[in-house]
C-alpha cells in the first residue's frame, strides 16, 4: 500500500519503533558539557539607560559565547523552573540544557551545567542531517517536549530526559495541509495554551511565513475540542519565530524582520485569545519593537514565567546560525499588565 504526506511518514515512524531490537541497547549521542561565558548587558538600548519600553521592562540580558564547537545556532528556549533551569532546541539538530543564574539584584548574572546532545533516530544514532533536525519549536509540559521542524515539516514529541534524550515516541498531526508549508517557513512556535482558557491547555502550532491566499500565516490549535486551522493576520515584512500564551490566554508572538539595507528588527504582538479559534484570522496590537540600535540579533526563541515576586516574565534567546557576524543573547524583561 502505497501512502503519501503525513500519513506516509506517521506510519514509517510506527514502523520504525516496532521493528527496533528488543533488549539491543542503542548507541545514544553523548552529552556534551559546554562552558558558556557571559558578558552582561545593561542598557537595551545602545547607549542610553532607560529601562521602559511601553509595558516591557528591561531587567538584563547576557551576551554568551563558547570555545564549544556545537555551541550556537539557539532556536527555542522553556523553563524547566520558572527562570532558571531550562530545555532548548537548537536548529542544527541539538539539545541543550542549563540553568540560568541571577544575582541580589535580579539581573541575570551567567548560565551554569550547561551541556548539549545531539538528536538520534529511532535506532539511537546520532543524527547529522540537518535537514532532518532543523528543529525551531519547543513546548513542554508533564515531562514532555513538543518540537516543531521545518523542511523535513513533523511535530514530535519527547520523552524529557537531560541525561539521555531519545528519538520521540509520538509524531502529531499538525492539521495545516503539508502542501501549505513553505520548506523552510514551518513551525517556529509551538506552545501550549492557557491551562484554565478556552483552550484548556492544548498544543499551538504557528507557522513562521507559510502564507494563505490573502496572505495571512497559517496556525493551528492540534488537540482538545476545538481544534483546528486558524491563521494570523500577517503586519508588514515581520515573520513569526516563537510563541507563548500569557497567563490571561492572550499569545504573546515574537517576530522578526531583515533586510541587507537596515539589518534586524524584532518585535512583540499580542494576540487576543479569544482570536485564536478554528477558521479565525488572528490578530492583536504590537507591544514593542527594536531595530540595530537596541540589543537584539536574531531573536528567535521566547518564553513566560512568574518571578517569585509575582513579577509576569518574558525571556527571549537570540540564534547566532554560527556565524561570526553574529550573537547568541539572552535578554529579560517584565511584562507590565498596567
Known amino acids: ?32 558539557m559546554v562552558e558558556v561565558s557571559a558578558r552582561p548587558i ?37 523553563f524547566l523552573r520558572p527562570g532558571s533551569d531550562f530545555v532548548g532546541v537548537a536548529d542544527t539538530g541539538f539539545w541543550f540544557f542549563g540553568t540560568i543564574t541571577h544575582g541580589a539584584d535580579k539581573r541575570p548574572s551567567g548560565v551554569s551545567n550547561f551541556r548539549m546532545q545531539q538528536m538520534v533516530d529511532a535506532s539511537g544514532r546520532p ?8 528543529a525551531e519549536g519547543l513546548a513542554v509540559k508533564d515531562g514532555i517536549a513538543t ?21 520521540p515516541v509520538r509524531l502529531l498531526d499538525y492539521l495545516v495541509p503539508a502542501q501549505e508549508l513553505r520548506q523552510n517557513r514551518g513551525f517556529e512556535t509551538v506552545t501550549h495554551a492557557n491551562p484554565y482558557g478556552q483552550h484548556a491547555g492544548s ?23 476545538h481544534k483546528g486551522v486558524f491563521t494570523v493576520k500577517r503586519d508588514g515584512d515581520f515573520d513569526i519565530t516563537d510563541g507563548a ?39 492583536g496590537p504590537v507591544l514593542m ?27 527571549l534567546i537570540s540564534d547566532d546560525n554560527h556565524s561570526i557576524l553574529q550573537r547568541n543573547l539572552y535578554l529579560e524583561f517584565i511584562l507590565h499588565q498596567d
Not at 1 to 28: D, E, K, N, Q
Not at 127 to 134: F, G, N, P, S, T
Open 1 to 32: 500500500m502505497i501512502f503519501s504526506g503525513r500519513r506516509a511518514r506517521r506510519t514509517l515512524f510506527a514502523c520504525m519503533l516496532a521493528c527496533a531490537s528488543p533488549g539491543v541497547a542503542a548507541p545514544g549521542a553523548p552529552v556534551e
Open 42 to 78: 545593561s542598557q537595551f538600548r545602545v547607549g542610553r539607560d532607560e529601562t521602559r519600553f511601553g509595558p516591557l521592562e528591561f531587567v538584563g540580558g547576557l551576551e554568551l559565547t563558547s570555545p564549544a564547537r556545537d555551541f550556537g545556532a539557539l532556536s527555542a528556549l522553556r
Open 127 to 134: 543524527i547529522d542531517r540537518k535537514w532532518e533536525v532543523d
Open 147 to 167: 518540537v516543531g521542524f521545518e523542511r523535513d515539516q513533523r511535530v514530535a514529541q519527547f520523552k524529557i530526559d537531560p541525561d539521555n534524550m531519545k528519538a
Open 203 to 225: 498544543l499551538v502550532v504557528v507557522s513562521e511565513r507559510s502564507l494563505d491566499k490573502a496572505g495571512n500565516v497559517y496556525a493551528a490549535v492540534i488537540e482538545g475540542p
Open 245 to 283: 500564551f500569557l497567563p490571561d490566554g492572550d499569545l504573546l508572538l515574537l517576530e522578526r524582520s531583515f533586510s541587507i539595507a537596515r539589518g534586524v528588527k524584532m518585535r512583540l504582538r499580542r494576540i487576543y485569545g479569544e482570536s485564536v479559534e478554528k477558521g479565525a484570522v488572528a490578530d
Open 289 to 315: 519593537e527594536a531595530d540595530m540600535g537596541y540589543q537584539i540579533d536574531n531573536m528567535e526563541g521566547l518564553d513566560v514565567w512568574t518571578r517569585y515576586d509575582g513579577a509576569l516574565m518574558l525571556s
